[in-house]
């Protein structure tokens, strides 16, 4: 099952940028609607503990240190594509006025856990350090991501409440993967978007030593501890088969005195942007006000 889960990894990742489209009829900023041509992000290269690591930096034209947004994406661990979030980047550059950095974190089967999750943390305490030397205000941070990047984002916030480094004032958490340890989710249809058998290889590429999968870093929703974490943003999709450990840590969270702000989008699956523009416009404002009030 290694060899094959790692080979296919290797598939996805070569096939990244034909596949990872659903972005593509998301932009609500740029030429096709407001006559504007996109600048490209800037490219940083930010040490970690394992070795630097690429960002795009996207920033709001006009606005001296703008707070940032440090954003992971998604691909089951295995697919390397910032890229497929820049729709998202644009728009809360446009509509939260924040910088986003886009990291380009390693994945597998090249790299195994904790590399990326390492590097999500890195990244953040760098620009916090740092981030003014950039022009960019290190002192008011968010973080946030899709599916696996839902998982290095509150991972993020974990680490740096242990490790007692700058923790960040917001987490955004979408249809995020908070449960690598097990195989056994169900969903309300019979064929979901991200299946058992998707499920398996992700686990077997990435997270290859299973007995390291329900540490609270590599599965946040197996933490026994969610006191002392930042405000949250936990979006969850009705038919996504991780929906349930989205609502648990969302509750959970709840429970622990953080303040949270959680919304199940009805009717969709784990692409939970897809199918309705207006419906998606509205989940993107929503992201983007509470990430401008927190940052504010």
């Known amino acids: 099952m290694g060899l094959f889960s790692d080979a296919t990894a290797l598939m996805v990742q ?21 006559g504007r041509e996109f600048d490209e992000p800037e490219s940083w290269r930010i040490p970690t503990r394992h ?11 006009g606005v001296a240190r703008p707070p940032i947004y440090v954003h992971f994406h998604g691909g089951a661990f295995m697919m390397r594509f910032p ?4 729709f998202f980047a644009r728009f809360m550059v446009e509509e939260a006025q924040v910088a986003v950095v886009n990291v380009d974190y390693d994945v597998a089967p090249q790299h ?11 990244v953040v305490r760098w620009l916090t350090q740092h981030a003014g030397d950039g022009d960019l205000d290190g002192s008011r941070i968010a973080v946030g991501g899709f599916s696996a ?11 740096a409440r242990d490790e007692a480094t700058p923790m960040p004032k917001l987490q955004v958490l979408g249809v995020p993967s908070l449960d690598v340890s097990t195989f056994d989710k169900t969903s309300t249809v019979s064929d979901p978007m991200i299946g058992p058998a998707a499920l398996r290889i992700a686990r077997t590429t990435y997270f290859k030593d299973e007995s390291r999968r329900a540490e609270p870093y590599a599965s946040p929703g197996l ?17 996504d088969l991780l929906r349930a450990e989205g609502d648990d840590y969302a509750e959970r969270l709840t429970a622990s005195g ?39």
């Open 258 to 296: 953080v303040d949270v702000l959680h919304r199940v989008v009805p009717g969709r699956d784990h692409y939970f942007l897809d199918g309705d523009r207006a419906r998606a416009r509205t989940l993107l404002d929503l992201i983007a006000r509470e990430t401008a009030r927190r940052l504010a």
């Open 51 to 61: 070795h630097a690591v690429r960002c795009d930096v996207y920033r709001p034209p």
């Open 14 to 34: 070569a096939g990244a940028k034909r596949s990872a489209r659903y972005g593509d009829a998301l932009y609500f900023t740029g030429p096709e609607f407001d």
């Open 83 to 86: 890229r497929m979030d820049d």
């Open 223 to 239: 933490s026994d501890d969610l006191h002392g974490l930042p405000p949250a943003v936990v979006l969850t999709a009705e038919w």
């Open 149 to 159: 990047g839902g998982n290095l984002a509150a991972s993020v916030c974990l680490q």
């Open 112 to 122: 195994r856990y904790p590399i990326a999750h390492h590097q999500a943390h890195d």
